[in-house]
């Protein structure tokens, strides 16, 4: 069974179309990177699969379920964690008050305080941090903590959007461990990234979307010339058409 479908889903900003009629899947334990360059709509899709987008067309399934237009506390609940581009975390609260305040809203009491320590095992750095407030996290830290906090609900995918934006290379390599500790964990994952190189050496398929468009399905050795291709071209930058993600 898939964990994660998109069935020729259409969607976009009042008349600015982003996606049209996009289908891919992501299957029960699997890894799926999503590529290509600015504008192409990757943004988008991790909106759509979060619940932040309504598609005008087309069909959103988690787990078999038909969930589009669903309220995004539907898609999380049906087992569907986003970790959207930005950093995510409430800036005024410490490390352990971000984390426990997620982990409270699907565990009782007893549960969020494992899932608490668990994570703490699992993410050192957050750990030694764990009074600090999140606000004064470097940027690479944030991401971590933002990962860190859908750990608790065991998804049964992660989309992740954009993790390793503007970070440094260290950082990167702490994100992509911890996406491979979450693989491990039995959780699918959909990788949306613009650096293909990383991305595709983490995933077993991938898709490369070019404006709105799907351009490819298939193995990730095969992705690399197709967005190689694409590079030179001219697209609409999501930024222009996209709201901002929260800090």
């Not at 600015?16 to 192409?40: C, M």
């Amino acid at each position: 069974m898939n964990a994660l479908e998109l069935v020729g889903v259409t969607a976009g900003y009042g008349p600015y179309r982003a996606l049209d009629e996009v289908s891919l899947s992501v299957p029960d334990g699997g890894i799926v990177a999503l590529v290509g360059p600015n504008g192409a709509g990757k943004s988008t899709v991790a909106r759509v699969c979060a619940g932040l987008v309504v598609p005008t067309e087309g069909r959103l399934l988690v787990g078999g379920d038909d969930l589009t237009g669903a309220a995004p506390w539907r898609i999380a609940r049906a087992g569907l964690a986003s970790v959207i581009e930005g950093r995510g975390v409430f800036a005024r609260l410490s490390v352990a008050e971000n984390l426990e305040l997620s982990f409270g809203r699907w565990l009782g009491p007893s549960a969020a305080a494992t899932a608490l320590e668990r994570t703490f095992d699992g993410f050192p750095m957050l750990a030694e941090r764990r009074t600090q407030p999140a606000g004064t996290l470097s940027g690479g830290q944030q991401r971590l903590l933002s990962l860190a906090k859908v750990l608790g609900d065991s998804p049964r995918v992660v989309v992740a959007d954009e993790l390793s934006l503007g970070l440094s290379p260290a950082a990167v390599e702490d994100i992509y461990l911890q996406l491979r500790v979450l693989h491990a964990a039995g959780t699918a994952l959909l990788v949306i990234e613009q650096q293909t190189d990383r991305v595709l050496g983490l995933a077993d398929r991938a898709v490369v979307l070019d404006r709105g468009v799907v351009a490819f399905t298939g193995p990730p050795d095969g992705a690399s010339p197709v967005v190689r291709r694409m590079l030179g071209a001219t697209a609409t930058p999501d930024s222009l058409a996209e709201p901002v993600s929260p800090a």
